[in-house]
């Protein structure tokens, strides 16, 4: 590889159109553009890999419509009952909204398979809250909003669980009962992180709810505390797939705000749709820039050159898992989440396969290891998202997320040399495995 | 002399058998072609290997019928319910008159040469339901997940079945929570995506010979040597035959292994499916577009 | 010049109306996929259709006239911390690496959309080159706005609405 070739030109055009400013989507397409010119190769192929690879991926439907559905469920206060029902309960404690932040993400988990989805609607009313008056520093914030949203797709149902069944042929209903137990671990290494910075850094403690109220609390956000059992129930109950689960939650949404709270109006309908739109298209062009990335990537070879250099080193089991974290870790610096599961992934399993490593385990660390991407600089979706939605610099917001991101080291960590955290569950449910 | 680069580019994944069949051929071929080999749709997506052959992105694929058909409606015979007995008996079709009738049209029409049908097994219909299924009218109702596309629809009513379509990632859950009552697959298939751990019961209906086409572009291979061309074939035919059999013993091992983890496996009355399903074709427009008596002669070999 | 910024707003509020038609019929056309899958048992393949339609033209319509420069994700850690002399030649460079390789790129754009004139979608029967011909839309959109972004940093003028850095300061 030198200097002149035209993949070198290729990565070193992404991250100097980054550096510049340019849309990341924009600087992935133009790059790969770059590289089919310098390669001799047909340029048409950059529109061929983005328009087929967008119109064949109907899983990927699922993002928008949770988009969707997180939206309305903020026009129709919803998520705001949901999130007075998560104060009532730990918001007398020290650092209180920081913990409702946390167990917000524990509860909407349970509804929404995408992490985007998680800080774009609920985190971006977090932020609103903690924010108000002066209480928490808006960068404190936005970096407890983006590394609570990871857990998201860990607790069922899960984007990329089901593209990582996709890729490695594991169960999809397993995978989805081996993300519980390490999901509510991560959230229970993140408030351990709040309490402590609550107590070094004062944050407030909010006014209890009387106990006598947590009745009409709890009752005031049923039908959306209804909502995990409605798409779980779904899912496992024998109605819808994950996809569809997706725009089954949009229209619980829409149709408790209109009918049952009478909180949504047409025009505030609009405006969360047309936020919606601008969502999608921003990530959107994401995917679609890793998309037509990936035929370069796929033409040059690189699955198979990492493949044959991670065998070369004659590794244990956990010493493997232990390599796949740090290269994934790495990746995700820099990768965007999708990207790393169709390409990097599959060049992994076959190793992991033969290794004896569990295949559900191994989806489950995979997956932490991809949401833990979106929170690590410098290309870190959540910390962009968080930007946009908070206005803090990328800069801060990555300062204090560091204390949690090591946190969420920690039970990744666990996660990897303990398989039975991620198996009791499947295994209660019949995984032999 | 530089070897001519061969891109290929399929959706099997790198542990199938055919990605075997495909490394035999590269090596007996190797000193004249360096192959390179994509697996898993990773070059170009599934059904998009032919257009991009069209337009020179790519050297070889290996493309499904039904892909040919949408460009070729009279290929939609040979993607059509109950057409071939077995493996071969398809393999019979292509080596005949009539075979090569099919093959010139895909070569004059979309500049492909066709080296051969790869078989990947029959596709049985496995449920997630108890009923006893013998013939078309005991699929009345049965939501059976069929791969998208109007082709496909119609090859699950022409069992009897409602045909429902769902992305095959999604058809582990969908069979597991009874959104869907069935899929139709071949074994090998409903091992890989262990839809038998959430199955009842296979109904072994035979009702389709998978099979895929071995393509070359036709600029590439009019470009080669007769002697060339002979070589080539001969190797290309040689891991397809290598290729098939390792498919049938596959099937055979796995029906046993479906039994002892408890599934029910049953044969139906074949011939009723067979009838049926072939006037449901006929009665239809797909079957105006088949070239005039190559029913006939099929049903004949 | 402000009835140019007039017009120019009226027709973004139009793309927006679109961009939400577009979400608002990929939506209902999935609800009506499942409504009728389950409570009639027949499933339409053509809704199915209609929605991966509408997920790839609100992708590439909204990032072609919907989005504004502050909805877009870039990595600004560099771009946020300089002057506003370094940020002009930043925009310069940037809009320019694009205007040159999609520019460049347009006719063999263009050839692999017409060409697929060949084939047609398999439910709702649409020309593959009519539903990929957003693309055309979307390449010579994000041409002609980066054209733009490109004179206004040429002349030093118009930037302001690109300013995207500390939303704290
Ligand atoms: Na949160
Ligand atoms: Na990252």
Redesign the pocket.
């Known amino acids: 590889m030198s200097l002149t070739d035209p993949f070198t030109l290729s990565i070193l055009s992404i991250v100097l159109l980054c550096i510049l400013g340019l849309p990341i989507g924009h600087a992935m397409i133009a790059s790969s553009i770059l590289y089919l010119m310098l390669a001799g190769l047909d340029m048409g192929t950059a529109a061929e890999q983005l328009l087929n690879g967008m119109f064949s991926s109907y899983i990927l439907l699922a993002v928008p419509l949770f988009i969707v559905a997180a939206e309305l469920m903020n026009a129709g206060s919803m998520t705001l009952r949901l999130l007075a029902f998560c104060n009532a309960f730990v918001g007398r404690f020290p650092g209180g909204l920081a913990l409702v932040?946390?167990v917000?993400?524990i509860v909407f988990a349970g509804m929404s398979g995408s992490a985007i989805a998680?800080a774009a609607g609920?985190?971006k009313l977090?932020q609103k809250m903690m924010t108000e008056g002066g209480k928490y520093p808006p960068a404190f914030a936005a970096a407890l909003?983006a590394s609570?949203?990871v857990i998201g797709p860990i607790i069922p149902p899960s984007i990329p669980m089901v593209i990582y069944a996709l890729v490695s042929d594991a169960s999809i209903g397993f995978l989805f009962l081996a993300g519980v137990v390490p999901g509510l671990l991560m959230g229970l290494v993140q408030a351990v992180i709040v309490v402590f910075s609550a107590r070094r850094r004062n944050f407030p403690v909010e006014k209890p709810v009387p106990l006598r109220e947590l009745p009409r609390v709890t009752l005031d956000a049923f039908p959306a505390l209804m909502m995990p059992v409605v798409l779980l129930g779904g899912i496992y109950g024998g109605a819808t797939t994950p996809t569809e689960a997706a725009a089954i939650a949009a229209l619980y949404a829409l149709l408790i705000s209109a009918f049952l709270y009478r909180s949504i109006t047409l025009s505030s309908a609009y405006a969360s749709l047309l936020s919606s739109a601008r969502t999608t298209t921003s990530i959107g062009m994401l995917i679609a820039g890793a998309l037509v990335f990936n035929y370069v990537v796929t033409v040059e070879n690189i699955p198979s050159t990492l493949s044959a250099w991670l065998t070369g080193f004659d590794l244990s089991p956990l010493a493997f898992l232990l390599l796949v974290n740090a290269v994934l870790l790495i990746l995700g610096c820099l990768l965007e989440g999708t990207t790393i599961l169709l390409i990097i992934v599959p060049v992994l399993i076959p190793t992991a396969n033969a290794l004896g490593i569990d295949m559900v385990h191994f989806g489950v660390v995979c997956v932490v290891n991809i949401m833990l991407g979106l929170i690590t600089p410098p290309y870190g979706l959540l910390l962009f998202v968080m930007t946009n939605i908070s206005g803090c610099s990328l800069r801060r917001i990555v300062r204090e997320v560091l204390p949690f991101l090591m946190a969420l080291l920690v039970a990744l960590l666990l996660i990897t040399v303990l398989p039975g955290l991620s198996l009791w569950l499947p295994r209660q449910f019949g995984y032999s495995g | 002399q530089d070897k001519t680069k061969l891109r290929f580019s399929a959706v099997f994944s790198e542990q199938d058998i055919r990605a075997d069949m495909m490394k035999q051929l590269a090596g007996v071929v190797g000193d004249q072609f360096e192959m390179e080999i994509y697996y898993g749709g990773t070059l170009f997506k599934q059904t998009t290997e032919i257009i991009a052959i069209q337009r020179g992105n790519l050297e070889m694929g290996n493309v499904a019928p039904q892909d040919i058909a949408t460009q070729i409606p009279a290929f939609s015979i040979l993607t059509s319910a109950y057409l071939f007995r077995d493996a071969a008996h398809m393999r019979a079709f292509f080596a005949s008159e009539a075979g090569a009738e099919m093959k010139a049209m895909a070569e004059d029409q979309l500049g492909i040469h066709i080296l051969g049908p790869t078989y990947f097994g029959t596709r049985q219909v496995g449920l997630n339901i108890d009923k006893q299924i013998t013939t078309p009218a005991d699929m009345s109702g049965v939501k059976l997940r069929m791969p998208g596309g109007d082709a496909w629809q119609f090859l699950g009513q022409s069992l009897g079945a409602n045909p429902t379509p769902m992305a095959y990632a999604e058809v582990y859950t969908g069979l597991q929570t009874g959104a869907i009552d069935g899929q139709d697959n071949p074994l090998p298939n409903v091992e890989n995506m262990k839809f038998y751990e959430v199955m009842k019961q296979i109904v072994l209906t035979s009702h389709l010979v998978g099979y895929d086409l071995l393509v070359i572009s036709k600029k590439v291979w009019d470009a080669l040597s007769e002697d060339q061309r002979t070589a080539f074939q001969a190797a290309a035919d040689a891991a397809i035959d290598w290729s098939q059999a390792e498919h049938l013993k596959r099937e055979q091992e796995l029906a046993a292994f479906f039994e002892e983890k408890g599934l029910k496996l049953s044969t139906p009355d074949t011939d009723a499916f067979r009838v049926f399903a072939q006037q449901q074709y006929l009665d239809s427009d797909i079957a105006k577009d088949w070239p005039e008596g190559m029913l006939d002669r099929i049903n004949a070999m | 010049m402000d009835k140019l910024i007039k017009i120019g707003g009226w027709l973004h509020r139009r793309a927006e109306n679109v961009a939400v038609a577009m979400l608002v019929v990929m939506f209902a056309a999935f609800i009506v996929q499942i409504a009728s899958r389950y409570l009639f048992n027949l499933p339409v393949g053509g809704a199915s259709e209609l929605t991966i339609t509408m997920w790839l033209w609100v992708v590439l319509w909204g990032a072609a006239f919907v989005l504004r420069e502050t909805d877009e994700i870039r990595f600004d850690v560099v771009y946020g911390s300089v002057g506003p002399r370094a940020r002009r030649v930043m925009t310069l460079l940037a809009s320019a690496g694009l205007l040159i390789l999609y520019g460049y790129s347009l006719p063999a754009v263009w050839d692999y959309v017409t060409f697929m004139k060949v084939q047609k979608s398999s439910y709702l029967d649409i020309r593959y080159d009519w539903l990929y011909s957003i693309y055309i839309i979307f390449a010579v959109a994000v041409l002609i706005r980066y054209l733009w972004i490109f004179i206004c940093a040429v002349r030093g003028r118009g930037l302001s609405e690109l300013q995207r850095g500390d939303g704290q300061t």
């Open positions: 932040n946390v917000q993400s998680d609920a985190g977090m909003t609570t949203a």
